[in-house]
């Protein structure tokens, strides 16, 4: 969407379709900021597995100043998982779901699935499966207490902020299907470093465009995560930050 009105708008008319799971509280009519300040932990660069360029790291910190400025309690914090075991864990569980999917793609797509249609990385998932099937087990414990670690983050803290990517948007072919597999893994899970911890948990995250990379041209942008049930939240601070730091529209060409 391009404001924080229209996602806000999009979820209370679906909301009026598709009700909630009786164990969440509706999202309901998000008009405006919270009433309340908010404590907020701050998630930045992980050296393990997460290096953050310029741009994104002055857009994190410039986000950070803003809700401050704005009330809120914000201070650093401890990853919330142990990087490295977290991304082996995240990708090996990914492997065992992408072998999964292809071998049964007949069943749950019809005679006409193909594999050769899939993309090189797609196969490359698939079969790098085989040479870690003993670890999946475990993985998938692990990434089950996820959600147990970020609820009790959230008794410390209201949100979390963090990037939404460790980079700017790379040019056009950095993860292109025809890269290596081994390599484009590299790359991907070098730059989507923070999404995957929200992903596992299950909890709910908003990405605003908060900064913009001046050399490719591109937004940057800034997550804010929250409690399970917490959705209303997300949207609160989000007008509340669209209406301190407006962000411009796109003027790409098309």
């Given at each position: 969407s391009r404001s924080v009105r229209d996602t806000a708008r999009w979820y209370a008319e679906v909301e009026r379709v598709h009700r909630p799971r009786r164990d969440m509280p509706p999202i309901g009519e998000v008009t405006g900021p919270p009433s309340r300040r908010l404590r907020i932990g701050v998630l930045g660069a992980i050296p393990e597995i997460a290096v953050l360029d310029t741009s994104t790291q002055d857009t994190l910190e410039a986000t950070a100043a803003t809700l401050e400025a704005l009330g809120h309690h914000v201070e650093e914090m401890a990853p919330p998982v142990h990087p490295a075991q977290f991304r082996d864990d995240f990708v090996d569980y990914y492997r065992f779901l992408v072998f999964a999917a292809t071998r049964t793609a007949r069943l749950t797509h019809g005679a006409h699935f193909r594999s050769a249609n899939l993309t090189a990385f797609t196969t490359g998932m698939a079969e790098s499966f085989r040479s870690v099937p003993h670890r999946v087990v475990g993985a998938a414990r692990r990434l089950r207490r996820v959600s147990a670690r970020i609820a009790a983050v959230h008794e410390s803290y209201d949100l979390i902020l963090s990037?939404?990517?460790?980079?700017?948007?790379?040019?056009?072919?950095?993860?292109?299907?025809?890269?290596?597999?081994?390599?484009?893994?590299?790359?991907?899970?070098?730059?989507?470093?923070?999404?995957?911890?929200?992903?596992?948990?299950?909890?709910?995250?908003?990405?605003?465009?908060?900064?913009?990379?001046?050399?490719?041209?591109?937004?940057?942008?800034?997550?804010?995560?929250?409690?399970?049930g917490c959705d209303a939240l997300l949207l609160q601070v989000a007008f509340e930050l669209e209406r301190a730091r407006p962000w411009p529209l796109s003027t790409l060409a098309a």
């Open positions: 990037p939404t990517l460790a980079t700017a948007a790379p040019e056009l072919g950095y993860l292109s299907p025809s890269v290596d597999f081994e390599t484009l893994l590299g790359r991907v899970t070098g730059w989507m470093t923070f999404t995957p911890i929200a992903n596992a948990a299950g909890t709910p995250s908003i990405s605003l465009p908060m900064g913009f990379d001046e050399a490719a041209k591109v937004p940057v942008g800034s997550m804010l995560s929250a409690n399970h």
